[in-house]
């Protein structure tokens, strides 16, 4: 079993910084990579941005400069920094990690709300 658990998510202001953080617990061993993905209202999850274990990283063409995913492969952490928010930033975010036994598991997710 494994279990991640994201937080941080809350209602923020346009053009506000925020910080999102995913724990991973359980039988997590050998993860490949962790990712973000969100799903704003109405629309289709995407994906948001990835962290491989070899330190690359990877963004959304529209989301890279605003926004910096990092993390820690020992300790089954992700974070998200987004920067300089929208109202088009509103959704939940979700994480998911790629383990060493073939799985793909994920989040609840986090909220975050972005007002004009």
């Known amino acids: 079993q494994v279990n991640l658990m994201e937080s941080g998510g809350r209602p923020v202001q346009a053009g506000e910084s925020l910080g999102i953080t995913c724990s991973g617990s359980?039988?997590?061993?050998?993860?490949?990579?962790m990712a973000w993905h969100r799903q704003g209202p109405g629309k289709q999850r995407e994906w948001v941005a990835s962290f491989r274990r070899d330190g690359t990283k990877n963004y959304a063409v529209s989301l890279a400069g605003r926004f910096v995913i990092s993390g820690n492969f020992a300790l089954n952490y992700l974070t998200l920094q987004m920067n300089n928010v929208t109202p088009e930033d509103t959704a939940t975010y979700f994480c998911?990690?790629?383990?060493?036994?073939?799985?793909?598991?994920w989040g609840q997710g986090t909220q975050v709300t972005v007002s004009s």
């Open positions: 998911n990690l790629a383990n060493g036994d073939s799985r793909t598991y």
């Open positions: 359980g039988r997590i061993f050998a993860p490949r990579e």
